[in-house]
Nanobody, 121 residues
Framework: QVQLVESGGGLVQPGGSLRLSCAAS????????MGWYRQAPGKQRELVAR???????NYADSVKGRFTISRGNSKSIVYLQMNSLKPEDTAVYYC???????????????WGQGTQVSVSS
């Protein structure tokens, strides 16, 4: 069981910046990727960005060029740097980790508790 602890949400004005952090507890198997999703009121949860264990990244089109996902020195920590924030970025942001392993091999998804990001003047 992997536990994810998020921090860094808050209220910011349009055009401002925030950095989210997510720390994963020690995993039994291999964490193959970590990422951030968000869910706005009345909308489905959507991928924001993710990074693989090899360092490959992918982003939602709506955040490309504004958000950057990265890992800390420990690969169990992931950051989301959010610049040029817009009101439509307002949502609860969830950290996600995908773990792979076991016999038979299986994929396991873990979620953080979520952190609120609000962009408003």
């Amino acid at each position: 069981q992997v536990q994810l602890v998020e921090s860094g949400g808050g209220l910011v004005q349009p055009g401002g910046s925030l950095r989210l952090s997510c720390a994963a507890s020690i995993s039994t198997f291999t964490i193959t990727s970590m990422g951030w999703y968000r869910q706005a009121p009345g909308k489905q949860r959507e991928l924001v960005a993710r990074i693989s264990s090899g360092g490959s990244t992918n982003y939602a089109d709506s955040v490309k060029g504004r958000f950057t996902i990265s890992r800390g020195n420990s690969k169990s920590i992931v950051y989301l740097q959010m610049n040029s924030l817009k009101p439509e970025d307002t949502a609860v942001y969830y950290c996600n980790a995908v773990e792979f392993g076991g016999r038979p091999p299986a994929e396991y998804n873990y979620w953080g508790q979520g952190t609120q990001v609000s962009v408003s003047s």
